[in-house]
């Protein structure tokens, strides 16, 4: 076991790169993996671009596809502009398909049409076959590299065929058997293969009960059936029924990580996108962020209202407008805490549309039960705190109480309205996650100040 | 292909347990995979937990034990209550040793030392040693079940003892070699395998630069090095460098959604738990939500106590009470962006502590585009819907103009707290989610009141 960490190698590295010993360079990148390589190369490009391309070149040719794939946009273009169209054509070849796919939706169009005049003309038809799926659908994500079997052959065969097409399969371990008109039939592993008798024949073996998906489902169906159903990769089919393609566990990996980073988004009231926060610009980031700051910002002006409405009665009992923020604040949180909790559930599968009623319930006891014990610990931290120990005389019983029942109100509304807002969002077919706290908090804060004068008005007869 | 959907047999399912026609269930169940099974008999349950056992002792020996594990704690409990000690013991010994593990930590003590006594003596020591490691270990979350070769074996040996040992193995496609003494020395695929010649030798074709993780690590890192370097499983060593275990890659998928949610817990003021949403009662939910709200609401005294100061001063200027919603609204969204990019970022690798000085110049940045633009939007609705549409002519340019500075500065403020606290926090090794929205809104709100009456006093001479 030699393993050396990226971090202890990563000196001895730039080192080498300084002293422009290349020979070496090359014999330590070869021992390399293609993550680790391509965050060396991205680090080098942040000093020097130039230097980004000098080490480029020094990789074999099958594992500078890999390591290229493995880049950033930003990156991939800098070493597009820094090779010849050999070196490219070469490297378009030895990626595939869905990761040359993925890099030409990232790349300009000019540095695109130059990798499509460099791939042959068979790869560029499968480019082109594979930019037309809508995105984020599977079949924007799958390979065309698999396996595929017949029924009628035999394990022995079929291990034969594995050696001779496997070597640029993304994956070789799961096998399709396919009809002569290119049907999705059944599915056989290797572990199948290995663990039955030579002679047998793959139709006894397959198991015909194949998880699936469409090409046009979108690509977080086919995460959710690998994660279900603990797959290696699902096999996607077009409208026809025939098998065009995979997706693998390691694409959906990715998938359930940027579905998650979308709904984190979202939630936060910030336009999602694909680009991770280290390389998304200033303006870009203004872009994605002000439009709800915007709409909330001018949505407050209900509450302004409300307050400049109740004023008169505000003057006269102005200690009330000192709790304000407080049953503000804690409407926002308990409605959060109920529409994350739910969101959540929803996006992993946990609670469906269907369950609304039962969700509602659950969240009113909980509502219920939080309501009363910040109501009875507020009542006594006002008298105890803000009465005696800040001594603000305009603190009484009564308004003790009158804030105090206030908060039972608000948090039940909240956590009410914090779980059916995303439950009616998921059924008409919005993204939930776009009724998250932001929204909520604003709905809460009108209706908590109406609440709060309202209760004022009747017990305090202000 | 002969794919029926869960949803499609349902019916038929539920049909042919209430009309008791058993073989013919036996038989449906039979071309199930177990996690429909699971999704089944759970739903059966909520009916009539007599009728679950029934459909589960329908099933074969082995199809047993994947059903079982597929299940929650619940139903698993309900299933050991009704199967006898013999039963109950094939379905531990046909268990994955992690799946078991598991189902341990999840269940009652009585029924733990049903389990115990019911499996082997060897099964039962590894499940002990199992449940030493720390929790969220890479340690816990392992399984022994591999396949491990020597350097000294040759291709066609190597597949032999595939064959022969690989039916109860959690993966076969990753194979480990190690030493005498279960010391890790390199990995090698079954691809490999294939795709080499019968006479090679393991110790030319192995993989000597080996990915791998310690039993102590964080399960998280597991996940991470499955996720970066795109592999099929991890292998787990101990302290002396042995080779106890490995994690695959379907473990991942469930842990990256398991941290996830806890993060959205996290940041939502609630306190994280492995149980799903559906299975948590109401008092438990009350238990995880009470502390961070009780929390938030008692330190919202600050901003009364800021209100009270200015008590005078805003009896005066009424008109600027109507206004302190919408400042501490604009405050909490912005801070809650910055906080939620930022700890995503960290979450995912993307960003590091190290970056912290550029995040917080990339953030002021972005606040001051975004402050300024607030404030000129918001200029102008005062003037036009407040002061004309709504005629209050307590609007004056000068209170317009008060209010707009004070988003501008409210802005940054957010902005900047709500990415230096988190950088902080994953620096000083607490999860970054915890200072996320609700902690950064009570410091926002608190600080947007200060700045506001600052500037009221200075540009309004109140």
């Known amino acids: ?161 594995i050696r001779r097409i496997g070597d640029d399969k993304e994956t070789i371990y799961v096998c399709y058997v396919t009809s002569a008109d290119r049907k999705l039939e059944g599915v056989v592993t290797v572990k199948d293969l290995l663990l039955s008798d030579d002679d047998a024949v793959i139709e006894d073996i397959m198991d015909r009960n194949v998880i699936f998906c469409r090409t046009t489902d979108d690509r977080s169906e086919a995460a959710e059936r690998i994660s279900d159903y603990d797959l290696l990769a699902v096999p996607v089919v077009d409208k026809e029924d025939r098998l065009v393609g995979i997706v693998t566990v390691d694409d959906v990996i990715d998938v359930l990580e940027e579905e998650a980073t979308e709904d984190f988004d979202l939630m936060a009231g910030i336009s999602p996108s694909d680009k991770p926060y280290s390389r998304t610009g200033v303006v870009e980031m203004w872009k994605r962020r002000i439009p709800w700051l915007m709409f909330l910002m001018l949505s407050a002006t209900f509450t302004s209202m409300i307050i400049t409405h109740f004023e008169d009665a505000l003057s006269r009992f102005a200690v009330l407008t000192g709790f304000v923020p407080m049953l503000m604040g804690t409407g926002g949180n308990s409605g959060s805490q109920s529409s994350t909790a739910v969101i959540r559930s929803l996006s992993i599968g946990d609670t469906e549309p269907r369950d609304i009623l039962s969700v509602v319930w659950k969240e009113i006891r909980v509502a219920v039960l939080c309501g009363i014990t910040l109501a009875c610990v507020n009542f006594i931290k006002m008298l105890l705190v803000d009465r005696i120990l800040l001594s603000n005389p305009d603190v009484t019983v009564m308004v003790a109480f009158t804030v105090s029942l206030t908060i039972v109100f608000v948090v039940i509304f909240a956590k009410s309205v914090g779980c059916i807002l995303p439950m009616i969002a998921e059924k008409i077919g919005i993204d939930p996650a776009v009724m998250a706290s932001p929204l909520i908090s604003t709905i809460t804060d009108a209706v908590s100040l109406l609440i709060y004068f309202t209760l004022a008005t009747i017990i305090l007869r202000i």
Do not use: C, W
């Not at 990226?6 to 300084?18: I, M």
């Not at 230097?51 to 890999?66: D, Q």
């Not at 597009?80 to 070196?87: A, L, Y």
């Not at 398909?97 to 068979?122: F, G, H, Q, S, Y």
């Open 1 to 161: 076991m030699e393993e050396k960490s990226y971090d202890q190698r990563r000196e001895r590295l730039l080192e080498l790169v300084r002293s422009k010993r290349l020979k070496a360079l090359q014999l330590e990148l070869e021992e390399m993996n293609e993550f680790d390589i391509a965050e060396f190369i991205t680090e080098l490009g942040e000093e020097d671009s130039l230097k980004m391309a000098t080490v480029f070149r020094l990789l074999s040719k099958e594992h500078g596809a890999e390591v290229f794939a493995e880049l950033d946009a930003p990156e991939q273009q800098e070493i597009i502009n820094s090779i010849t169209d050999k070196e490219l054509g070469e490297i378009v070849e030895d990626m595939y398909v869905d990761d040359a796919v993925d890099m030409m939706e990232e790349l300009p169009a000019n540095i695109v049409k130059r990798v499509m005049r460099a791939a042959t003309p068979e790869t560029r038809a499968l480019i082109n076959q594979y930019l037309k799926y809508p995105e984020n659908s599977a079949g924007s994500i799958m390979t065309a590299e698999f396996v595929d079997l017949k029924k009628y052959m035999n394990v022995r065969e079929s291990i034969a065929r």
